[in-house]
């Protein structure tokens, strides 16, 4: 039977980034994979991870960069990155506001991000 997911769990971030995770391990449990809905202020950024899954990023609002070993890539309103799980990865956000959501594979878990400090 299909399960609606009437309200997202809400996840602490850093720099004012706001973490909607609808389906994970937080959420609902799933262990395989995490949607997160994500809002980030102009010039966010996180430090560079390492994490243990694939990360899909579809930019719905504003421009996502994601610095990796061949350089920055920009990516856009209405397009995607893939990451794969053992890049060494930096997420942040251009000049505007940026809204976008992350689907992990397996799903997100903190102690699976590897943030450098």
């Known amino acids: 039977m299909p399960e609606l997911i009437q309200s997202p769990i ?7 980034k706001v973490i909607a995770e609808h389906l994970g391990r937080a959420s609902t ?3 395989v994979v995490s949607v997160a809905h994500m809002k980030a202020p102009a010039g ?3 430090p560079f991870q390492t994490p243990e899954f694939d990360e899909v990023t579809l930019v719905i609002a504003g421009t996502v960069l994601v610095d990796h070993a061949g350089g920055q ?10 990451t794969r799980a053992g890049e060494r990865i930096r997420y942040s956000v251009g000049d505007q506001d940026a809204e976008y959501v992350a689907i992990c594979l397996p799903a997100f878990a ?6 450098e400090e």
């Not at 809400?10 to 004012?16: E, K, L, M, N, S």
């Not at 990516?75 to 990155?81: F, M, N, P, R, W």
């Open 10 to 16: 809400r996840i602490p971030a850093d720099g004012g």
């Open 29 to 31: 449990g799933h262990e």
């Open 44 to 46: 966010w950024k996180e």
């Open 73 to 82: 890539a920009r990516v856009s309103a209405g397009q995607s990155i893939i």
């Open 110 to 115: 903190p102690e699976a991000v590897h943030r």
